[in-house]
């Protein structure tokens, strides 16, 4: 099916510390989510991304939290400063259109030290 | 309140079998739901989906049940396969067109062969 890119797989990181995501959608998809997972605990939906514009997000998109896909470029997450219970599986998905199928990347493990 | 369930964390089953994974849900305005298979390490991979206007949805070994009355749905894997061993989520959406997807923690299958 269609592939959507994620790096780094891995990033380990000092609590305080800003981290960026980055996630390759695929190409003519016009919304983008980010999904967070921690260990053995289910997929939590954060924000969803469309025309430039944050549309839904969730009480797990905390205030250190931006997201942005300048120019159709990467589609990434930011977090700043990071805390330790940032620590997770960010999974980036993307579809056409909004109720649409949703395709999703490998995802980016962080650890927050 | 979790807004989706999967009655099973985990399911065995002989190579061959069915296998039957259950999900219901709160949220009466869902209409779309995904299931996905999930490898470890690996990202949620779309398996198959239903929108709540149909009852069944089949393609190839897998087929979902949907009951909008009693809110619950299942997903059949006829001829199970060793390869089948994975997680599957259950996800929902619906009551905007933003496609927030809500998950389900998770059902392990284990296909012995």
């Known amino acids: ?101 949703q395709y999703f990347g490998p995802g980016t493990r962080l650890t927050v030290l | 309140q979790q807004q989706v369930r999967q009655s099973s964390q985990s399911l065995t089953v002989w190579e061959g079998e069915t296998a039957i994974l259950n999900c219901s849900y709160e949220n009466s305005a869902f209409d779309y739901f995904p299931w996905y298979q999930q490898f470890p390490g690996e990202g949620p991979a779309l398996l198959i989906a239903i929108r709540s206007v149909s009852d069944k949805k089949e393609d190839g070994r897998f087929t979902i049940f949907f009951n909008k009355r009693e809110k619950n749905l299942s997903l059949h894997i006829k001829d199970s396969q060793p390869g089948d061993s994975a997680t599957y989520f259950c996800a929902a959406s619906g009551g905007s067109a933003l496609g927030r997807l809500h998950f389900g923690a998770g059902t392990q299958l284990i296909v012995i062969p």
């Open chain 1, 1 to 101: 099916g269609p592939k959507v890119l994620q790096i780094p797989s891995h990033q380990i990181i000092d609590m305080g510390q800003m981290v960026t995501l980055n996630c390759d959608p695929v190409s003519n998809h016009l919304y983008f989510y980010w999904y967070k997972q921690i260990l053995g605990q289910q997929m939590e939906f954060l924000v969803n991304f469309y025309n430039g514009k944050v549309m839904e997000k969730s009480k797990l998109f905390k205030d250190q939290f931006s997201v942005e896909r300048p120019d159709g470029s990467y589609f990434t997450l930011k977090i700043q400063p990071t805390a330790l219970e940032d620590s997770a599986v960010y999974f980036c998905a993307s579809s056409f259109l909004g109720g649409d199928e």
